[in-house]
């Protein structure tokens, strides 16, 4: 089943042979390797938003049985980024162009209610260089009732700006570790818990991105009593989540979804995510899922609206502000003898509290960012 890209999941486990079948479709696991020979898909993502930024991310995907449940599989994916700011997300600056590509191998290994993956991932832009290795594995227990995984991830990343040479980059290093357990709760319910933690350490900054000090008065707000002065992020950070997941049959066509995610971490950030979904089998090959995502976070403890002295640590990060932000998903999947496709539409608006940028040489607080998303994918089994 072809799946959003923005999401991963383990093969579920189940009760032969309804709930087994369910629990599969349910968490949109990938097809398990020792039922194919060769699998290929390809697809393309186009993100826009009214803040000048828009993406177009191209993929391909490659899936060989080497032997028994072993199997082979190569990424590669490109993101074509046209932006109105070098870093993106901070405010207005000459337009900005930039590529990123990746690409992955990974070998994996499902059979008789074992499942393994080893694998590794490269990533380079203009001003980025990222190496990142995954290991995991997963089991079944109790009939098959029961299912836990454990994956963990190493990324070395280095970057900086396009401006300075490479020797004088910085080294980021992230260490991250998912586990997660599934449970049948029936024949028609099935519920998963997972816990996230991750460790980074090293430049956590934009080299592009420029904190103004101002005074203290709002009505001299303006970019003539400003003083622009580089960022800072601490070194450390260390994040935490907790994902709670279930999802229910009302009947052999009718299909819901209920997901809560919370979230903390050490720079003071605290976030929770909500999610219902319902899922609709037009047809035995058709099917169509409509779901939707509300999303509040709190700001970074050294985060403030406007500094007008110079401090430790300074940010002018839209991903470290106050935020609340709502998005409708509407996915249509079909699949035809060995053939699958899959159409997605998202719509998405966000608010960041206290953000301020420069209109007509004042800062004033930003507008509401509204988003779209158009993802297509198309797959084979051979």
């Known amino acids: 089943m072809i799946a959003p890209r923005r999401r991963a999941a383990w093969p579920a486990v189940g009760w032969p042979p309804f709930a087994a079948l369910l629990a599969v479709a349910w968490l949109a696991a990938p097809v398990r390797a020792d039922e194919l020979g060769t699998h290929a898909a390809t697809g393309a993502a186009v993100y826009r938003n009214n803040d000048g930024l828009q993406v177009i991310s191209p993929w391909l995907q490659a899936r060989q049985r080497v032997k028994g449940g072993a199997a082979l599989q190569a990424d590669l994916k490109t993101d074509f980024i046209s932006a109105a700011s070098v870093d993106m997300i901070s405010g207005a600056s000459p337009r900005f162009h930039d590529t990123r590509n990746e690409a992955g191998l990974q070998a994996l290994y499902d059979e008789q209610g074992l499942a393994g993956h080893a694998g590794y991932t490269y990533s380079t832009e203009n001003d980025t260089r990222s190496h990142t290795v995954s290991v995991g594995a997963a089991r079944e227990w109790l009939s098959r009732n029961l ?7 190493l990324g070395l990343d280095r970057l900086g700006s396009v ?8 080294d980021r290093t992230s260490h991250r570790l998912d586990a997660t357990i599934t449970q049948l709760l029936s024949r028609t319910a099935v519920a998963s818990l997972a816990y996230t933690v991750q460790q980074i350490s090293g430049f956590q ?15 001299l707000w303006t970019r003539g009593h400003a003083q622009w002065v580089a960022e800072q992020h ?15 049959a009302l009947s052999n066509r009718w299909f819901l979804r ?3 995610r919370g979230y903390v971490d050490t720079w003071g950030v605290r976030a929770n995510t909500g999610e219902l979904g319902a899922t609709f089998k ?3 090959a058709v099917e169509v899922e409509l779901s939707n995502r509300f999303y509040w976070q709190s700001r970074a403890s050294f985060e403030r609206a406007m500094y007008s002295v110079e401090r430790d640590f300074m940010t002018r990060d839209r991903r470290l502000v106050g935020q609340i932000a709502d998005s409708t998903q509407l996915t ?7 053939w699958e496709a899959m159409l997605q539409g998202v719509a998405g608006w966000e608010r960041y509290d206290d953000f301020h940028t420069l209109v007509s040489g004042a800062f ?18 051979l």
């Open 258 to 260: 209920a997901l809560y």
């Open 364 to 381: 004033v607080p930003m507008a509401d960012t509204w988003t779209g998303i158009v993802q297509a994918a198309l797959a084979v089994d």
């Open 147 to 153: 299912s836990t995984s454990l994956t963990y991830g």
């Open 332 to 338: 249509v999947r079909t699949r035809w003898l060995n």
């Open 163 to 170: 401006r300075e040479p490479e020797a004088l980059w910085h």
């Open 205 to 219: 900054s934009s080299p592009y991105r420029m904190v103004p000090l101002v005074p203290k008065s709002a009505d």
């Open 282 to 284: 037009v047809h035995y």
């Open 234 to 248: 601490p070194d450390e950070r260390t994040r935490h989540g907790v994902t709670i997941e279930a999802r229910q």
